[in-house]
């Protein structure tokens, strides 16, 4: 297999990634789950999703689509499309899956996976994030993990327009 099939297989759909965490939690694997825009990645981003990944034994990472994202952030973006955004993803080494996700939140998805850790950057609140009931009710945790400062996608698309 060459490694463009192996990031293919990565990205995955809400029915496959459904069967994948059956299969991993029938082993006694720990899911770790986050989710994002991850528009213009930087170290920030590695530093995160690294860090989430140190939590378990797999790392699933829903990724806003790109109508999602133009909901959130405004209709300039994203600036990369949703398969670009997928393919970076899915070709870091410590990402084991990557589903995209057109709703408004992750709830779905988050309620397919039903994660044993529930993770988001800095800039929220345990309680403010979405699925974090839902983890907990099913015996899981929320983390909260600190941003590399000095990193942000709007911060570079500014700094690009000003160069």
């Known amino acids: 297999m060459n490694s463009q099939d192996t990031l293919n297989q990565k990205i995955v759909s809400s029915a496959r990634l459904a069967e994948l965490v059956a299969g991993w939690k029938a082993e006694g694997k720990k899911i770790v789950f986050t989710n994002g825009c991850f528009d213009l990645l930087h170290a920030g981003h ?3 999703l690294s860090e ?7 790392l699933i990472v829903a990724l806003n689509s790109d109508s999602s994202v133009q909901c959130i952030k405004g209709p300039a ?3 990369n499309n949703e398969h670009t955004r997928a393919s970076l993803l899915a070709a870091m080494f410590f990402i084991d899956a990557v589903v995209l996700f057109s709703e408004d939140t992750p709830l779905e ?4 996976v039903l994660p044993a850790v529930l993770v988001k950057g800095g800039d929220y609140k345990a309680e403010d994030i979405v699925g974090a009931a839902e983890t907990i009710a099913n015996g899981g945790r929320v983390e909260v993990l600190s941003f590399l400062t000095g990193y942000s996608s709007t911060a570079i698309i500014e700094k690009i327009k000003h160069t």
């Open 52 to 58: 989430a990944a140190d939590l378990g034994d797999k």
């Open 46 to 48: 590695i530093a995160y």
């Open 77 to 79: 973006r994203p600036i």
């Open 109 to 112: 998805v988050i309620k397919t």
